[in-house]
């Protein structure tokens, strides 16, 4: 019997498991800069954790999320995305009782049913942050900066942002009714799924990945016709700010969010260069108002994003943004007999611990097939342990770079390729 890994899953190893977790090095390393501490929650949930914040007529509710009862008969889903488990965690937590702006990002695997395709699988790993605290337009536009500052310390340089605004509740709330008399004479030209929105959440016909390209889509009101006094002015501080910051966006009104927890500014970030991956998201985010306070919990603001890890490990093999991640072999022990591969073992744990990558071969006492490890591993040195070696504690060491070979104490190999390094 054979085993394959499930569809829509997939392996990292040697180079990729490197450009994977370098991709994760990067991302702390910008992140830590603006405040964010890291929060890690369970793989799965109550499956109501989901349906509450993502919304019942979502496509993650009702056709991706993987969700099953465990022996107590309890449903439980595989987290879809991470906004709901952070938010689960820090009303159940109580992180919200002491004072400030809390700032937290997770990274870490999701599962979602969909059809696998080139940056997009059934197991995905993501990355994202939220904050909780206050609601502010600078706020909004700090995080919107953190995201652009990530990408552009990956070398993804030519993006864009594409933002909007989907208005306040009440703007909300007057946009729905309008979708609704809108869309209620073009119903035969929606998708079953549409369908079902017109009357449950009108606004997520807009984000349908069937009709978006339809005419009846393009022409629809837009939210900008529709917002409140108060919407208006703070998007307008959210543009004057990004303008500032000197970020590149573009607003699109067409923009909406795909979860029932937005409000106000919802982002995303497109690619904006010449190549194959040209007008394709690679991040998404915004504004909520009430997730919290649906939870059940006080009434405190947020805004986040999130991004897929595979999806911009992808463009950076595609556009060679990579470093290069090859752990090249400092040394290289020989050894001639059992008692000098003993002698080997101690030589490459005290290299170790100075910090040097050290091979030997376990197996082979004779020279011709060590020689052969070392002609595949290209070492910086070679030493060679054998009997004589031993007797007079001072072992050969090779220089192999510089095609030099000398005779050194046992007792000052350690500082003499330190030095050298």
Request: net charge negative; glycine share 6%; proline share 4%.
């Given at each position: 019997?054979?085993y394959q890994?499930?569809?829509?899953?997939q392996?990292?190893?040697?180079?990729?498991a490197?450009k994977?977790?370098y991709?994760e090095k990067?991302?702390?390393q910008?992140i830590?800069?603006y405040?964010?501490?890291?929060?890690i929650?369970p793989?799965f949930?109550?499956?109501d954790?989901?349906v509450?914040t993502?919304?019942d007529t979502?496509d993650?509710?009702t056709?991706e999320?993987?969700?099953?009862?465990?022996?107590?008969?309890?449903?439980?889903?595989?987290?879809?995305e991470g906004?709901?488990?952070i938010a689960r965690c820090?009303?159940e937590?109580?992180l919200?009782?002491?004072p400030?702006?809390k700032?937290?990002?997770?990274?870490g695997p999701?599962?979602?049913?969909?059809?696998?395709?080139?940056?997009?699988y059934?197991?995905?790993n993501?990355f994202g942050?939220e904050?909780?605290?206050e609601?502010s337009?600078?706020?909004d536009c700090?995080?919107?900066l953190?995201?652009?500052?990530?990408?552009?310390?990956?070398g993804?340089?030519?993006?864009?942002l594409?933002i909007n605004?989907?208005?306040?509740f009440?703007?909300r709330?007057?946009?729905a009714i309008?979708?609704?008399?809108?869309?209620k004479?073009?119903?035969?030209?929606?998708?079953?799924d549409?369908?079902?929105r017109?009357t449950k959440?009108p606004?997520?016909i807009?984000?349908?990945k069937?009709?978006?390209k339809?005419?009846?889509?393009v022409?629809?009101?837009k939210?900008?016709?529709?917002l409140?006094?108060?919407?208006?002015?703070?998007?307008?501080n959210?543009?004057?700010?990004?303008k500032?910051?000197n970020?590149?966006?573009?607003?699109d009104?067409?923009?909406?969010r795909?979860?029932?927890?937005?409000?106000?500014?919802?982002?995303?970030?497109?690619?904006?260069d010449?190549n194959?991956f040209?007008?394709?998201?690679?991040c998404a985010g915004?504004?909520?108002a009430?997730?919290?306070?649906n939870?059940g919990g006080?009434?405190?603001?947020?805004v986040?994003?999130?991004?897929g890890v595979?999806?911009?490990m992808?463009i950076?093999?595609?556009?060679?943004?990579?470093p290069?991640l090859?752990?090249d072999?400092?040394?290289?022990i020989i050894?001639?007999d059992?008692?000098?591969?003993?002698a080997a073992?101690?030589?490459?744990?005290?290299?170790?611990?100075?910090g040097?990558?050290?091979?030997m071969?376990y197996?082979?006492n004779?020279?011709k097939?060590q020689f052969k490890l070392a002609d595949?591993?290209n070492?910086?040195?070679?030493?060679?342990?054998g009997?004589?070696?031993r007797?007079t504690?001072?072992?050969?060491?090779?220089?192999?770079q510089?095609?030099?070979?000398?005779?050194?104490a046992?007792?000052?190999i350690?500082n003499?390729i330190?030095?050298?390094?």
């Amino acid at each position: 019997m054979s085993y394959q890994k499930v569809k829509g899953t997939q392996d990292f190893y040697n180079v990729e498991a490197k450009k994977f977790r370098y991709i994760e090095k990067e991302i702390r390393q910008v992140i830590a800069n603006y405040g964010f501490e890291e929060v890690i929650t369970p793989i799965f949930e109550n499956t109501d954790v989901f349906v509450r914040t993502s919304g019942d007529t979502s496509d993650i509710v009702t056709k991706e999320m993987y969700t099953f009862l465990d022996k107590g008969d309890r449903s439980l889903t595989l987290r879809p995305e991470g906004t709901a488990s952070i938010a689960r965690c820090f009303l159940e937590n109580k992180l919200y009782a002491t004072p400030g702006i809390k700032k937290y990002f997770y990274f870490g695997p999701m599962f979602r049913y969909e059809r696998p395709q080139a940056g997009r699988y059934r197991e995905f790993n993501q990355f994202g942050v939220e904050i909780y605290g206050e609601s502010s337009p600078y706020l909004d536009c700090e995080v919107i900066l953190s995201a652009y500052k990530v990408f552009n310390n990956l070398g993804i340089k030519k993006i864009k942002l594409k933002i909007n605004t989907i208005g306040d509740f009440e703007s909300r709330k007057q946009y729905a009714i309008a979708l609704q008399n809108y869309f209620k004479n073009h119903l035969d030209e929606l998708c079953d799924d549409c369908k079902n929105r017109y009357t449950k959440n009108p606004m997520r016909i807009l984000d349908c990945k069937v009709d978006s390209k339809k005419e009846v889509l393009v022409n629809a009101p837009k939210i900008s016709d529709f917002l409140t006094i108060e919407a208006k002015e703070y998007f307008k501080n959210v543009i004057d700010t990004l303008k500032y910051l000197n970020i590149p966006y573009e607003i699109d009104p067409n923009l909406v969010r795909g979860l029932d927890y937005y409000t106000d500014t919802v982002f995303e970030f497109i690619i904006d260069d010449d190549n194959e991956f040209k007008g394709l998201a690679i991040c998404a985010g915004g504004r909520y108002a009430d997730m919290i306070k649906n939870f059940g919990g006080p009434d405190i603001p947020g805004v986040g994003y999130a991004f897929g890890v595979e999806r911009v490990m992808n463009i950076m093999t595609s556009e060679n943004l990579f470093p290069s991640l090859n752990n090249d072999l400092d040394v290289l022990i020989i050894s001639l007999d059992d008692e000098s591969k003993i002698a080997a073992l101690k030589l490459a744990d005290e290299l170790r611990d100075e910090g040097m990558y050290v091979e030997m071969d376990y197996k082979n006492n004779s020279l011709k097939p060590q020689f052969k490890l070392a002609d595949r591993l290209n070492p910086q040195y070679i030493i060679i342990i054998g009997e004589s070696e031993r007797q007079t504690n001072t072992y050969t060491v090779k220089d192999v770079q510089n095609k030099q070979e000398i005779k050194i104490a046992k007792e000052k190999i350690i500082n003499f390729i330190k030095e050298k390094k």
